[in-house]
């Protein structure tokens, strides 16, 4: 099937005024009587669920932490991009909009994109009118900092708790709807299935995660927010409740999932340093504005004290390969050359299975020039986790970075109204595989959730719902029974198991296959591998996975057995995406198709699309359908950062 995004046509740089002029508006009185599911309440969820109460649908919260303002996004550290050209250096909307469709290695919807760089100057003004305290210069004007793949600086940024501050405000607005009575919200229930009928997404199974209750609840659509799938990697820098356990059920309900290879891999987190750990910290891509990378010149050297490895011994590889973008390269680029150069034997820090898998971040330099008040103030709260998290003091060493799995680009495929292809499943923030291509840029993901949460979705959901009309579902309609009776089996099922080993036995096979095989490099051949060994973790984890505990009760291993499970299911269409894509693009590097320098090399003529896969029934092998991808105004090239 060649799927169609239904983008406005005509000039781009008027196609979303256009669009919203076309597009069916549903009357004040009238909102009233629609009522929106929103699953995730991190940015994109808390966004989109306050500012379509606040036109006035009735809409329901779910979320899986204790409050809506611990999601997941609370996380985000570095900042948020957005194209006001507060430094007077040269961006614009059509800069910000150039840069992500090449950031992405030219994967992305041109259209959508030139959108996400529109609406960005609107959030900057949404969250400063909710009080979100952005870093400010001494006169009173915001400031900005750079990121990956810019050569401007537009990163607006709260110290390193861009994240956090942001949710406060959308929290905030959230909260205020609530009061007013528009909001419902429902913390500690993780969604199990999505309820379709006659072809339309409308309503979700839940299990109550205190009580153990399965229920269900119908609306006349559904919004998933429910963030990406890094963790299948086992170790990332996500927060250990991530999953795709929402979108994956979502998928086998009928909606497509797209580009599911297409991973990030973040090159400045704090490596990994045994067996032991369960999860990774991101040391911010912010700190690549005053951080130095280098390794030693001379494999001897990687043992010795950094501080006495004297200038003309170190290789400062990111500057002397690209002068241009120097060490703030995007992340996909970084991070290959921080694997590259380990691979080498140049890798420092201790050993872990016999390699030592870290370069250095260094501030001697920026400390010796602004002073160490003033990177104190940039990245006071970074440099504290760091020495927290290693007991190395980075003022006086270099810091020990290396690249960890972090953001998932791909994501259920939406149109241009962020609709899925199943009537009524709107999906946004990570979720939905939309802007970012085969590479997010840095500070661009909190721009893209709120994008979608306060300045799309509103718009494009009334349009779905003034469009069509929608027969009353009420809660003992065989399909809803049907879903609910499914998600309490499997519940059962898991219980039943009785084996030997825990849960997260099984997340950790799984995370360091997908890793191995289907990380930062990919070979046919070590995919086909992973496809003939997953379908093994699948067996052993149903015939020996311990779930001790009741259903009726909180019982965290019963969550994080349904989320292995599905992470185990999920693994297998991303590695087959991964096959499927037989060229090298963006965080997507097959090292059959590299350039003499070792860049990713696209192959435009066969791989211009959208890769979304239909689910066809366990077992069976899912259909690939693709969206072909025109560039009328960002022609493709070889993306080059030297
Ligand atoms: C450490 C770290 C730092 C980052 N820093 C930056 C940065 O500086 N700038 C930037 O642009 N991006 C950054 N990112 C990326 C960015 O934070 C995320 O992409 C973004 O916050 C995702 O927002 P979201 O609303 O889509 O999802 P999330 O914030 O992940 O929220 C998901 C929501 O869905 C709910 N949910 C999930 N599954 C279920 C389920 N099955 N049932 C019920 N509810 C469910 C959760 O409870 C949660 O409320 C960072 C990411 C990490 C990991």
């Known amino acids: 099937m060649i799927l169609d995004g239904k983008c406005p046509t005509g000039p781009i740089e008027t196609a979303w005024d256009r669009h919203r002029f076309d597009i069916k508006l549903v009357n004040p009185a009238n909102k009233r009587k629609h009522d929106v599911i929103v699953v995730g309440s991190g940015l994109a969820g808390a966004s989109a669920a306050a500012t379509m109460s606040q036109l006035g649908y009735n809409v329901r919260v779910y979320c899986y932490q204790d409050s809506t303002r611990r999601a997941h996004s609370i996380a985000a550290q570095g900042g948020i991009n957005a194209a006001k050209n507060y430094q007077n ?32 100057v609107n959030i900057i003004d949404q969250a400063v009118a909710q009080g979100v305290p952005f870093a400010r210069e001494y006169g009173g004007y915001l400031t900005n900092r750079s990121f990956g793949g810019a050569q401007v600086s537009r990163t607006f940024y709260a110290s390193g708790q861009t994240g956090q501050q942001l949710l406060l405000g959308a929290y905030q607005a959230l909260a205020e709807q609530k009061g007013a009575g528009k909001v419902k919200i429902f913390a500690r229930t993780e969604m199990l299935d999505l309820i379709v009928v006659n072809g339309r997404a409308r309503g979700v199974v839940m299990r109550d995660l205190v009580t153990g209750r399965v229920y269900s609840d119908v609306a006349d659509t559904v919004v998933l927010a429910t963030g990406g799938y890094a963790n299948v990697f086992y170790l990332s820098t996500n927060a250990m409740g991530c999953n795709v356990g929402a979108t994956f059920k979502a998928y086998k309900r009928g909606a497509f999932f797209a580009n599911p290879s297409y991973t990030q891999i973040h090159p400045t987190c704090i490596p990994v340093s045994g067996g032991f750990q369960s999860k990774l910290t991101l040391m911010s891509e912010s700190l ?27 290789d400062y590889y990111l500057e002397t390969r690209y002068p241009s973008f120097g060490n703030l390269v995007p992340r996909d680029v970084a991070s290959r050359n921080a694997k590259l150069v380990c691979d080498e034997g140049r890798g420092v820090g201790h050993e872990v299975d016999g390699e030592r898998r870290a370069v250095y971040l260094d501030f001697r330099d920026a400390i010796q020039r602004l002073g160490k008040d003033t990177i104190t103030e ?35 495929w939406v149109d241009y109204n962020l609709m899925s292809n199943l009537p009524g499943l709107h999906v946004i923030g990570e979720a939905n595989f939309s802007d970012h291509g085969a590479n997010r840029l840095g500070a661009s993901a909190l721009m893209q959730g709120l994008a979608d949460g306060y300045f799309v979705l509103p718009y494009t959901i009334g349009h779905y719902l003034a469009s069509n009309k929608l027969e009353r579902v009420t809660l003992d309609a065989p399909e809803v029974k049907a879903a609910e009776a499914a998600a309490k089996a499997r519940i059962d099922k898991l219980l039943a198991v009785k084996g030997t080993k825990p849960v997260d036995y099984f997340h950790r096979k799984l995370g360091l296959l997908v890793w191995d095989k289907c990380g930062m490099a990919r070979t046919e051949a070590g995919l086909k591998e992973a496809l003939e060994i997953i379908p093994k973790i699948r067996e052993e984890f149903w015939a020996d996975c311990n779930v001790p505990g009741s259903a009726n009760t909180v019982n965290q291993a019963l969550e994080r057995a349904g989320r292995v499970a599905d992470f185990i299911d999920f693994a297998e269409v991303l590695v087959r995406d991964a096959l499927e894509r037989r060229e090298s693009c963006g965080g997507h590097f097959r090292e059959e198709s590299q350039t003499p320098d070792n860049e990713a090399l696209r192959d435009d003529e066969n791989f211009t699309h959208v890769g979304a896969w239909e689910y066809k029934g366990d077992g069976q092998v899912p259909e690939r359908h693709v969206e072909p991808l025109t560039f009328d105004y960002v022609h493709l090239t070889q993306r080059s950062y030297k």
Request: hydrophobic content about 30%.
């Open 89 to 120: 250096d040269g961006d614009s909307v059509y800069r910000l909009f150039y840069d992500t469709v090449k950031g992405g290695d030219f994967r992305s919807r041109e259209r959508n994109v030139y959108r996400l760089a529109q609406v960005s």
């Open 288 to 314: 690549r504005n005053d951080g130095r990378v280098w390794v030693p010149k001379n494999k001897a050297d990687v043992t010795k004290d950094p501080n006495a490895i004297p200038e003309q011994d170190r």
């Open 378 to 412: 940039r990245y006071g709260n970074l440099f504290q986790m760091y020495q927290q998290i290693t007991g190395e003091d980075p003022y006086l060493v270099p810091m020990r970075i290396y690249p960890a799995s972090h953001y998932t680009m791909g994501g259920l």
